[in-house]
């Protein structure tokens, strides 16, 4: 789009210097109303203008009065107009008032210096509006006769994201979308206006809105909206034809800020979004801001989010370590792109490689290290005990040894739900790494713990993807099980919360996020269906498949046996004892698995995890048939 013109900087001065002499001059035609008087005090007038003419435009610049694009006056703006000027006319009275004593001039009315301040924030500050206003009447021009009418907007719920996203779309007439309504469900904000957008209604007058009033599209304006009602919303819109898109949740705005360019269609994770939660910003903020911060597995799904959250709060340095040298370099791009004075530093290396990892906690000298490296696929590693081992438990052993050498002050372990009650190799080597953190944590008194959750929407492996892809051709979408059910959800919040218990954390804790429902498979599919603007069972086909080795109909996140005990976190639980084995016996089971994957012995791997996990049973489990892989 061609660029709209701006009015020049120096143009807004050469208006300044002809408004501050008419500041001044209209402050002693007010103050004297033009009688006898104001002749006598006409000298004095000169030296103020003279001196105004001066101080002003040097103070205006040091303010940066000058380095602004007015056409975008804000709030902000007109603050700085005010800090400005205030400033201006202290130095100016200041000025006079010596000027008076030092006998420049005899007679001197001092409340014109009042008058003066008043007249110039009303004048450099209209100026500036004046612009604004110039500058949005050419966007409205600039806008190409003959082109489709702008559609007519809905804007569910009238917050500040709301009204942000009206005074955007009121700025940018070029995108086509103009606000004709609020929906919201505060009594207060009812038959109110904003930015001249009335609130038409509450949430639950959506149908007959969209029934009674031309509405082209719905925005989704509450980031803290939960899931139900995202989909209250959706199943409107669909059921009108009406398009409908939302802002990103609270979580996936953490550093970021609402505007146009934010919106989105809905995507699963909307719906499937809960309440929004405490979130104790200043405690995270302690263990982050000023540190040096070391995330393993930075290159991936968990990893990379935790990379962002971590970033805005301003480390010393943060290390981004990976194995795979394409996934480190795009999180490094990203994450320098966001937060471009962040001291960032890309390291390639296989956790399981002591001696590397060793020199590079020596050299960056972490104070926090996130522990997120692993693997993850259920299915790839019941087929590969031996990486499975290699990676998840020698690995993790590796990553404790290494901190505990440099005396890392807090480490934390992204561990999963499939760790309880094993069923599979994936949960039983991640159990066998919970045990080896808080174990070598509790012996050397530091603060090592573990976040235990479920599954994460749109994270590498996940069902999301895998039904995207089906969906994208056709179908069918296949399903395990009509039954089968999981904990759900979305990687920002995930990390948000694993932050949060690294905040609590003091060492030697299993800490469990509440994940809230579990949720069916079936109508997580039946949804992406839908979200794609198709039917389940009309357009595309919902077939099933078996469960297959290794997995559950559902999971858990604590043995029921086991009590938990909440935090000063609503959403987070710690768990307050749960059986495990001695620091001798944990010693010997480690040594003779990684030797049995040294070995390439994946029966004897599988019979030693089952034997030496409480109510594991990985060895119950049958062969995995990847003849129907997706």
């Given amino acids: 789009m061609k660029a709209q013109p701006t009015v020049r900087n120096r143009y807004i001065l050469f208006g300044d210097i002809l408004l501050m002499v008419t500041a001044v001059m209209g402050s002693y035609m007010l103050r004297l109303e033009l009688d006898s008087s104001f002749f006598l005090y006409l000298p004095s007038a000169y030296w103020m203008a003279g001196v105004v003419l001066l101080i002003k435009p040097l103070v205006y610049h040091f303010f940066s009065m000058y380095r602004q694009i007015w056409r975008y006056t804000s709030v902000k703006e007109l603050k700085l107009i005010v800090a400005s000027v205030t400033a201006a006319s202290v130095l100016v009275s200041l000025s006079m ?10 007679a001197f009315p001092r409340s014109v210096l009042v008058i003066d301040w008043l007249l110039s924030v009303l004048l450099v500050g209209g100026l500036r509006l004046v612009v604004r206003l110039l500058a949005e009447n050419k966007v409205l021009a600039s806008i190409p006769h003959g082109t489709s009418p702008a559609k007519r907007v809905l804007i569910i719920g009238a917050g500040d994201a709301g009204a942000m996203v009206v005074r955007e779309l009121q700025k940018n007439p070029q995108v086509g979308l103009v606000p004709v309504g609020f929906l919201d469900d505060n009594a207060a904000k009812q038959n109110q206006q904003i930015y001249g957008v009335p609130v038409v209604g509450t949430l639950s007058d959506l149908a007959r809105v969209l029934d009674n009033r031309r509405v082209d599209e719905v925005i989704i304006a509450i980031p803290s909206a939960p899931g139900r009602v995202v989909r209250l919303v959706t199943d409107v819109c669909r059921l009108r034809s009406k398009t409908f898109r939302t802002m990103p949740g609270m979580y996936e705005l953490l550093g970021g800020k609402v505007s146009v360019s934010r919106l989105r269609e809905v995507q699963i994770v909307d719906l499937l979004r809960r309440e929004s939660t405490l979130v104790d910003d200043e405690r995270v ?33 943060l290390v981004l370590l990976g194995h795979g040298e394409n996934s480190i370099f795009e999180a490094m791009l990203e994450l320098r792109e966001s937060f471009p004075s962040v001291v960032m530093r890309p390291v390639i290396c296989d956790v399981r490689d002591l001696p590397r990892l060793e020199s590079i906690f020596d050299k960056y000298q972490p104070e926090i290290v996130f522990h997120a490296a692993a693997h993850k696929h259920v299915p790839l590693m019941e087929v590969n005990a031996e990486e499975a081992v290699t990676n998840n438990i020698l690995g993790t052993r590796n990553v404790v040894e290494a901190a505990l050498l440099n005396q890392v002050k ?3 372990m992204i561990s999963t739900d499939k760790a309880i009650r094993p069923v599979n190799i994936m949960g039983a080597t991640k159990r066998m790494a919970e045990m080896i953190v808080l174990n070598e944590g509790r012996r050397a008194g530091q603060a090592f713990s573990v976040v235990r959750f479920g599954n994460v929407l749109g994270s590498r492996g996940s069902v999301v993807p895998l039904f995207k892809r089906q969906i994208a051709r056709g179908g069918p979408v296949t399903v395990t099980h009509p039954d089968m059910q999981r904990y759900f959800m979305t990687i920002p919040e995930a990390v948000h919360l694993v932050l949060q218990a690294a905040a609590i954390g003091t060492g030697g804790e299993t800490f469990v996020l509440n994940m809230g429902e579990q949720v069916r498979i079936l109508d997580l599919a039946e949804d992406l269906i839908r979200l794609s603007g198709l039917e389940p069972g009309r357009d595309i086909e919902i077939t099933f498949s078996g469960i297959r080795p290794g997995e559950k109909l559902s999971e858990d996140l604590w043995d029921e046996d086991h009590t938990f005990e909440p935090t000063s976190h609503p959403e987070i639980y710690r768990l307050v004892s749960q059986e495990e084995l001695s620091a001798t016996d944990l010693e010997r089971v480690v040594y ?22 409480p109510d594991s049973a990985v060895l119950s489990t049958p062969p995995y048939d990847f003849t129907d892989i997706e």
């Fill in 410 to 412: 807090k480490l934390v």
């Fill in 592 to 613: 003779e698995l990684i030797s049995l994957a040294n070995e390439a012995e994946p029966t004897s791997i599988v019979k030693l995890l089952d034997d030496a996990i």
């Fill in 97 to 106: 008032v010596g000027l008076f004593t030092l006998g420049a001039f005899n």
């Fill in 285 to 317: 903020g302690e263990i982050l801001a000023g540190r040096s911060v070391l995330v393993t597995g930075a290159g991936g799904s968990i990893g990379r989010e935790l990379c962002r959250q971590i970033a805005r709060w301003g480390p010393s340095e």
